[in-house]
Each structure stands twice: as C-alpha cells, then as structure tokens.
C-alpha cells in the first residue's frame, strides 16, 4: 500500500499557500502572474527557515494563503453541488473553516520541505488564467512538477489552484470534503464542525 | 494462462521463458481492459469494483495499521543520511536496467540511450550506491511495463486495489506482472545477489513511509474517506506520469462558477 507513496508525492499534500509582494489591480499578465507564485514560493521558503515551532508556523500559513489565495473560489469548488442548498450564513462560516483547515493540513508537510527549493520555469495563458510550473528540487530524489494556477477573477491576482505532479488540489479536496458530508448524513453544520478540528 | 503457471511452478531454460513471455502479452492482450460508458467515470473515476476494492482496502489499511503505523519518522531519524541515500541510490541503479528494456519496448530510443548513460555512470564512478549521473543532467526517469502497454495504446481499465500494493489500474496491475519478468538483472546476476535489488527497492520504501509519516497517515487514517483520497490521488499522479488525460475530464474554468457569500 505504501507503493505509490514515493517522496514526491508528498507534496501534494505539502503546499497550498501562496503569496507575493502587493500587486496592482490591473487585467492579469505573464509577468504578474510569475510574480504571485515567485512571491510565494519566497514567502513559504522564508517561513520554513524561520524555525519556528508547527503551531506557530500554520498561523503564518492561514497569513499568507487568506491574502493571496482565492479562498472564497477554493471554498466554492469544495463545496461543489451541495454548496447550493447552503445559506448565506453556512458559505461564509464553511469559508473560513476551509481555510483553516487548508492552512492546518498544508502547512504540516512543510517539514519535508526543509532543504529544498522550487524553482519557477515558465508561465503560459491558458483560456481565461495562467499557469506557472514550477520545479521543486529535493535532496536525493528526481526533481518534479509543481503547477500553480492564477486568475484575476477577483480583481487582482489570486492562485485558485495547484497541481504536485498532476495532482489538482481542487479536486483532492472536494473529494474529502463530500466525503466529510456523508459522514454526517448531509448536515452542512455538522461537516463544519469537524472541519474546524480537521487538517 | 496455463503457460504461466508452468513457469511460476520453475522453467528453467530462456526458451521457455521467452515462450512463457509471448503467451502472456497475448493473454494480456485477449484479456483487455474494461473501458466506462458515457457517464459511468464521473471525475474521470471508472470504478465497477468498488465493493471489492474497499474490502481489500480495509486490508491494506489494516497490515499498515499493525506494521508501520505511529512509528513516526523512527527508522528514518535513525539512519544517516549517507545511508539513506545509499538504499536509494542502489535500489535506482538496480532498476534502471528494467527502465531501459520498457523504454526500448516503447522505442523511446533517446530516453533509453539517457538510462544506459546514467546506468553506466553510476555503476562505476557511482559505485552503485551513489547518482553522480544527476549531477550531470541524467536524472532519474524510470518506466515499467504499465507504461509501455499505455505506449501501445491500451486503455488504463477499472480502477483496482491491490492486496499489500494498493492503488492500480487494470494496464498497471498487468505491467506489474508481465515486470517479474522484465528485470534482465533477474537473468544475468546469479541469487542471491540478484535479490539485492528488489530488497533495496523494498527498503527504500519503508525509509521514504517513515520519513513522511505524517503525511502518509493523514490520508490512511484522517481523511473521511481514505480509499477515495488514494483513488484520486493514484489515478491523478499516474495519468500525469504518462501524459494521459482523465476520461470525462472537467475543465476547471475560474469564471464558471458561482462563488457568491463564500
């Protein structure tokens, strides 16, 4: 079973945050677009380095991912179908309960982080966003692809999500969050609640 | 089949070995893989089995539980690194003979020429346990037989669980068994020391288990549904390894959806 748990595979669960320096609200470009997740990837580096405990770390991540991620999209997308039977009230408490947890979950595999390096190779404009791959090199292992994928749907330029050798973070965790649902046979309430202990 | 199973029960001549080998790539092509219907592998998930995987799930889940769980990052704080890396290095260059036979399989002539470079390199300068071929731009690139049949054109089949393996396809479990047989180390090296191999392979796996416990345990024992998150994880990753796209695949488009009040 642990088959299919080589190294590199870690990391999709290892990194949803992002960041930048602040970006102008103007129509998204390559360069911009670059920016973000080079920004992000200094930011998520420097936090690592810092050498602070776990705990303190995730809060640093909760930071960094509410500012330049596009949580209420990420959210949206978890949410999938059953976010249309949700209240105002229910969106917004699940919003930030996601985000949390996001911060939780990512933010604890940053440990196998520790010494390596990602590297931004190209930007391409696919339909209405961009992508940037980038390459993560880790120590005693072949180098592989980390994707980031950017949009300006909100305004300004927001990574709405990542893919860790082909592994789409979107997907993963709409996944888990339906099947958190029907553990609890639908209640929108319930899954929250457990959200807010999950990651 | 029958064909097989004679060789499983010891030929021993390369003739029959290789007569054993033809009969099963015709079996394996006879046999096929299943492909889903219109509508039947939502998110690009083609599961008939289910039922049968979750209970060989549950198993799986249950040995790791007994063997390898809360063992934390043990055996792999309790390594030097050098050794580590040696496990590593060994079970990599013991393997790349395999690669390049998939590779040559799949005409793939450049990557297969790259291998036997990287190959050569680090079983001299590299004394089998070290990459210096990395450092000289030959990175690791491994294939197997699973590849070679998506090569061919074969369709990945049902998603399968694999009893002590875990996450298959259909094509993969069968380039897993048609590989018993593609190792030339396997027909060159005498045992033991051909075994040593796939002992390291087996090793490396425990290291890179225990030195990514906590993530691999958030998948097996926190995730609301473990065989799910495996499922996606595995058929992803694999797809993406081989340049396939997922059947039915949804395009994620960022101004397509309704976020308002999230």
């Known amino acids: 079973m642990d088959q299919f748990f080589t190294r590199r595979h870690f990391l999709t669960i290892a990194g949803a945050l992002t960041v930048a320096a602040p970006l102008p609200a103007w129509a998204l470009n390559d360069s911009q677009a670059r920016g973000l997740v080079e920004g992000l990837v200094g930011q998520v580096n420097s936090v690592i380095a810092s050498g602070k405990s776990p705990g303190a770390m995730y809060g640093d ?41 996001i911060s939780r979950k990512y933010g604890s595999r940053f440990r196998e982080f520790i010494g390596g390096r990602l590297e931004v190779q190209g930007v391409r404009a696919v339909k209405n966003y961009y992508e940037v791959k980038t390459m993560a090199y880790l120590k005693g292992q072949a180098p592989f692809e980390v994707t980031f994928h950017v949009s300006d749907r909100a305004g300004k330029p927001l990574m709405f999500n990542m893919f860790i050798e082909g592994i789409n973070m979107l997907l993963t965790e709409r996944t888990e969050v339906g099947a958190m649902l029907d553990r609890r046979r639908g209640n929108i309430d319930a899954m929250i609640a457990d959200l807010r202990k999950a990651g | 089949m029958i064909g097989f199973q004679r060789f499983l029960l010891g030929a021993k001549d390369m003739t029959a070995r290789r007569g054993v080998l033809a009969s099963l790539m015709v079996a394996i092509v006879l046999a096929g893989c299943s492909t889903p219907g219109p509508g039947e592998a939502p998110d690009g998930i083609w599961d008939p089995q289910e039922g049968t995987n979750r209970r060989i799930h549950d198993f799986n889940r249950r040995v790791d539980e007994r063997l390898l769980k809360d063992n934390g990052t043990g055996l792999s704080d309790g390594l030097p690194q050098g050794t580590k890396l040696a496990v590593a290095g060994f079970a990599d260059t013991a393997g790349t003979p395999q690669t390049i036979v998939n590779q040559l399989l799949q005409l793939r002539l450049w990557r297969a020429t790259k291998n036997t470079l990287r190959f050569a390199l680090n079983t001299t300068v590299g004394l089998t346990v070290m990459d210096p071929a990395s450092e000289w731009g030959l990175v690791e690139d491994t294939s ?78 926190d995730s609301a549904d473990s065989y799910a998150q495996m499922r996606l994880i595995y058929l992803q990753n694999r797809r993406f390894e081989l340049g396939e796209t997922a059947p039915e695949a949804e395009e994620i488009d960022p101004m397509a959806l309704d976020t308002s009040g999230f």
């Open chain 2, 144 to 221: 197997d037989f699973g590849e070679t049949l998506a090569v061919w054109g074969l369709p990945e089949g049902a998603y399968v669980e694999l009893p002590l393996l875990g996450p298959s396809t259909e094509r993969d479990a069968t380039g897993r068994v048609v590989d018993l047989f593609t190792n030339p180390i396997s027909y060159i090296v005498p045992a033991p020391e051909r075994y040593l191999g796939p002992a390291a392979n087996i090793a490396d796996k425990l290291i890179s288990r225990s030195e990514y416990s906590d993530t691999v345990e958030s998948v097996l024992y």
């Open chain 1, 61 to 101: 991540f909760e930071r960094i991912f509410r500012r330049y991620a596009d949580t209420s999209y990420i959210a949206a997308y978890a949410m999938g179908a059953d976010g249309r039977s949700a209240s105002a009230a229910q969106k917004k408490a699940f919003t930030d309960a996601f985000t949390g947890y």
